[in-house]
Nanobody, 116 residues
Framework: QVQVAESGGGLVQPGGSLRLSCTTALGVSFIDLMRWYRRTPGNQRDLVASISRNGAVDYVDSVKGRFTISRPGAGDTVYLQMDSLKPDDTGVYYC??????????WGQGTQVTVSS
C-alpha cells in the first residue's frame, strides 16, 4: 500500500480558515488524480475537490468560492485551502491518490471541526 499522509486539521471558529496538506510516497509520474473527500457525521464519504495531472480542478458546489485545491509544481503534495468555514464543513477529511493504473490510495484522515 502506497503511503498517503494528511495533516492540518483542527478546531476553527465559523468564518475561519484551515489548510490541509497531503503527501504521497507514490512517484509523481505515476499520479493521475489527487482528491479530497469528506465524511460528515452520519454520512458517507463525499468528494470535495480534485486536481488532475494536468492541473484541472473541480469542486463540489457547496465549497466553490471558499476552498482551493492546489498541487505546486505537480509534485507529491496536494493542499486544500479552506476559507470562510461553516459548521457544515465539519468532518473527517481524507486524501485520495489515484494512480495512472487506476489504483486508489487513501490516507487515514484528518479531523476538521468548525464550531464556536
Amino acid at each position: 500500500q502506497v503511503q498517503v499522509a494528511e495533516s492540518g486539521g483542527g478546531l476553527v471558529q465559523p468564518g475561519g480558515s484551515l489548510r490541509l496538506s497531503c503527501t504521497t510516497a507514490l512517484g509523481v509520474s505515476f499520479i493521475d488524480l489527487m482528491r479530497w473527500y469528506r465524511r460528515t457525521p452520519g454520512n458517507q464519504r463525499d468528494l470535495v475537490a480534485s486536481i488532475s495531472r494536468n492541473g484541472a480542478v473541480d469542486y463540489v458546489d457547496s465549497v466553490k468560492g471558499r476552498f482551493t485545491i492546489s498541487r505546486p509544481g505537480a509534485g507529491d503534495t496536494v493542499y486544500l485551502q479552506m476559507d470562510s468555514l461553516k459548521p457544515d464543513d465539519t468532518g473527517v477529511y481524507y486524501c485520495n491518490v489515484r494512480s495512472i493504473v487506476d489504483e486508489n490510495h487513501w490516507g487515514q484522515g484528518t479531523q476538521v471541526t468548525v464550531s464556536s
